[in-house]
């Protein structure tokens, strides 16, 4: 066995590599620019809109205008909406006054009808200007899209700079991932979306859209169910494949235990971080085939269970439908239907779908084959790989990874393998062994039409690929991925800070009716995303690091809260309102844990939560109060917050325990909070 020596944790000072890698991103930054700065500014996009709603409509058509504004007003709202957030006429006429308006002004008396009958007359009218008027002028105008580094805010691209920027990389898309081709009868045409990312663009494409009432992925989830069923039913399918958090955590805390059974305790790891370059799009079609022709028997039968469950959820009541594939001859009778649900209602759906091997291997087989989508007014064919908008494209992608790990024999007896869909960590204290595992990554997967992104490749060991040295980090520093970031000396779990948006508001959907319920299933949801096991567990992370977590988890989610009373009106959220909110959701956040602490032993026997509920309790007051007392609109909330903290129930974490908690996260909190 080979353990990395002390002298690996500082970066390599070599003066050739240093400048290199300056070279590298110099060369970087002039090939490939980034999208988000051609971006046009929402301040110039609303002084666009209302200029042009002054001169297109006269003012009398307004009434006042003071009425000129209140429209001018929600259409400024509507373009600075982030994703999924809606505007309703009641929200657009606050402030209107229909006495201004001569066209709905009547000097005699009117009944109550025909008052009815004015309002929908202005009703249609402001809503011909905002669908018929103002959507189709910023369609035409700009190009409007979501990107990946900045969540749920909207850009807004000129016309006709996205044109002269885009050109040169949807050219390459063209030729490289698409072929000229003419419609075939019965085969629905999708359309491509292009969403850009930090340097590059990536395509879309539109499955979810409806042809004919139906969309393609609707009619592709009996195949991805019976898939589904094949593939648990053979996990080996899948390979090193990780599903969620649960599956991270339960890899970690049996690798550690394995660690420390032979060495005593967790050894220094070698880790290697890396990343298949554009996995859906480049997955060869006659390796698919072959592997779905192998998983799914050509004469089986199979139904499709269908059943809707209706459980408490945080704060209220959550509904699901849920979808199961059976062998024909095995399927349960519903009233036996065993779920892992708790006081849940179960509503069967009673009308089962009937399927059969050979129309499933059809339907996957033309999906993969016959994918067809438009670009302008020309047809083009997928030649390589799966529409990433495709409900198959997961499990797919991951049969083929799973293929070329078993061929390139990439896992080890004493190393640690997971791979997140297209994501792959190897943790290993062999320097060998991580040696071999990094050159067979990027020599093996081009056999099958996939490569790894040598730029991508992260890790914690000098080593040169094809004479590049790859990107390295200090052998002590937590490495990230997919959103965590693993120590490579205690496998603690810690959230990757990186991950972040440039502002926390960027991340919300925020509706502006909100009242006091729905801030606390927000609040609740906040918190609830650093209470998973795979942060609280003390045996996968020591009792200082857990708490560090939760209590980076409270920071976050007072972030989240100034961002959602900046964006909605101060008279909705009432300072009461807003710490009754805080006190519940502080308060509910140790049984959650709790909660999810107990389920975890089903993941690993060995799993150990020792948080305590008034360390818990007082963590989060202290979180929030950090984050909204420096602003002046929350001074009322901050005195409350600071009466709780001072109270006698708290009096030992306040004196002994208050130091070494916060000591733990005072630096990860001061990154998080820079972020409000």
């Known amino acids: 066995m080979h353990v990395p020596a002390n002298t690996q944790s500082a970066p390599s000072q070599d003066p050739a590599r240093i400048q290199g890698l300056q070279k590298l991103a110099k060369t970087r930054s002039r090939a490939e620019p980034h999208f988000h700065r051609y971006a046009t500014p929402l301040g110039q996009v609303c002084w666009f809109v209302r200029v042009a709603l002054s001169h297109v409509f006269p003012l009398a058509l307004f009434g006042s205008h003071k009425n000129r504004r209140v429209i001018v007003t929600a259409a400024k709202r509507f373009i600075c909406a982030r994703r999924n957030e809606c505007i309703s006429l009641h929200d657009i006429l606050q402030g209107f006054q229909t006495s201004k308006c001569a066209w709905l002004r009547n000097s005699q008396k009117i009944s109550r009808i025909?008052?009815?009958?004015?309002?929908?007359?202005?009703?249609?009218?402001?809503?011909?200007?905002?669908?018929?008027?103002?959507?189709?002028?910023l369609r035409t105008t700009f190009y409007v899209t979501e990107t990946a580094a900045f969540r749920q805010r909207v850009l807004y691209f000129r016309q006709d700079l996205w044109d002269r920027v885009s050109r040169p990389i949807v050219s390459q898309l063209r030729h490289r991932l698409f072929e000229p081709t003419s419609?075939?009868?019965?085969?629905?045409?999708?359309?491509?979306?292009?969403?850009?990312?930090?340097?590059?663009?990536?395509?879309?494409?539109?499955?979810?859209?409806?042809?004919?009432?139906?969309?393609?992925?609707?009619?592709?989830?009996?195949?991805?169910?019976v898939l589904a069923l094949e593939a648990a039913r053979?996990?080996?399918?899948?390979?090193?494949?990780?599903?969620?958090?649960?599956?991270?955590?339960?890899?970690?805390h049996q690798y550690k235990s394995c660690l420390v059974q032979e060495f005593g305790k967790v050894p220094m790891l070698y880790v290697v971080r890396a990343d298949v370059r554009a996995a859906f799009d480049s997955l060869d079609h006659t390796e698919l085939l072959r592997l779905v022709n192998a998983l799914i028997p050509n004469d089986s039968h199979y139904i499709i269970q269908r059943y809707a469950q209706i459980k408490p959820g945080l704060g209220r009541i959550a509904k699901q439908h849920i979808r199961?594939?059976?062998?024909?001859?095995?399927?349960?009778?519903?009233?036996?239907?065993?779920?892992?649900?708790?006081?849940?209602?179960?509503?069967?759906?009673?009308?089962?779908?009937?399927t059969n091997g050979k129309h499933v291997l059809d339907q996957i087989n033309s999906h993969i084959t016959q994918t067809l989508v438009r670009f302008g007014s020309d047809l083009y064919r997928?030649?390589?790989?799966?529409?990433?908008?495709?409900?198959?494209?997961?499990?797919?992608?991951?049969?083929?990874?799973?293929?070329?790990?078993r061929a390139a024999d990439l896992a080890s007896d004493i190393g640690c393998l997971m791979r997140y869909t297209d994501d792959f960590l190897y943790l290993t204290p062999s320097s060998s062994d991580a040696q071999r595992f990094c050159r067979a990554i990027h020599t093996e997967?081009?056999?099958?039409?996939?490569?790894?992104?040598?730029?991508?490749?992260?890790?914690?060991?000098?080593?040169r690929i094809d004479s590049k040295l790859l990107t390295r980090i200090s052998a002590r520093e937590a490495i990230p991925w997919c959103g965590f970031a693993i120590c490579p000396t205690t496998l603690a779990v810690r959230a990757d800070h990186d991950r972040y948006p440039y502002h926390f508001g960027d991340t919300l959907t925020v509706h502006r009716r909100m009242y006091r319920d729905e801030i606390l299933h927000k609040m609740l949801h906040a918190v609830r995303s650093r209470t998973h096991v795979l942060f609280t567990d003390t045996r996968l992370n020591c009792v200082?690091?857990?708490?560090?977590?939760?209590?980076?988890?409270?920071?976050?989610?007072?972030a989240k809260l100034h961002a959602y009373c900046r964006a909605i009106r101060p008279q909705v959220l009432t300072s009461s309102v807003i710490f009754n909110a805080i006190d519940q959701a502080v308060t509910m956040t140790f049984p959650m844990i709790a909660s999810r602490s107990r389920l975890a032993t089903s993941l690993h026997p060995e799993a150990r939560c020792e948080l305590k509920r008034k360390h818990v309790e007082w963590l989060g007051y202290w979180g929030f109060h950090g984050v909204l007392s420096r602003r002046a609109a929350f001074q009322a909330v901050s005195q409350q917050l600071e009466v709780r903290l001072q109270s006698a129930k708290y009096t030992y974490e306040r004196k002994y325990a208050g130091r070494w908690l916060v000591s733990a996260v005072m630096q990860h909190s001061s990154n998080v909070r820079s972020r409000c």
């Open 114 to 137: 025909q008052d009815h009958k004015q309002r929908e007359r202005l009703y249609q009218f402001l809503l011909w200007i905002m669908e018929q008027y103002v959507l189709p002028l």
């Open 544 to 558: 200082r690091g857990a708490y560090a977590n939760i209590l980076e988890g409270f920071v976050v989610a007072a």
């Open 324 to 354: 199961l594939a059976w062998n024909d001859a095995d399927y349960p009778a519903f009233t036996t239907l065993r779920t892992k649900a708790r006081h849940a209602v179960l509503v069967d759906q009673v009308a089962y779908v009937l």
């Open 382 to 405: 997928q030649r390589n790989g799966v529409p990433q908008g495709s409900v198959l494209s997961t499990i797919l992608c991951n049969l083929l990874l799973a293929k070329i790990e």
């Open 234 to 252: 053979h996990p080996q399918v899948y390979g090193a494949a990780v599903h969620g958090a649960n599956g991270i955590f339960a890899q970690l």
């Open 445 to 463: 997967p081009p056999k099958y039409g996939c490569t790894v992104a040598p730029e991508k490749t992260l890790v914690n060991f000098d080593i």
């Open 183 to 225: 419609h075939a009868a019965g085969v629905p045409i999708a359309h491509v979306r292009l969403v850009p990312k930090d340097r590059s663009i990536r395509p879309i494409v539109n499955l979810r859209r409806r042809t004919n009432g139906v969309s393609i992925n609707s009619q592709l989830q009996t195949a991805f169910d």
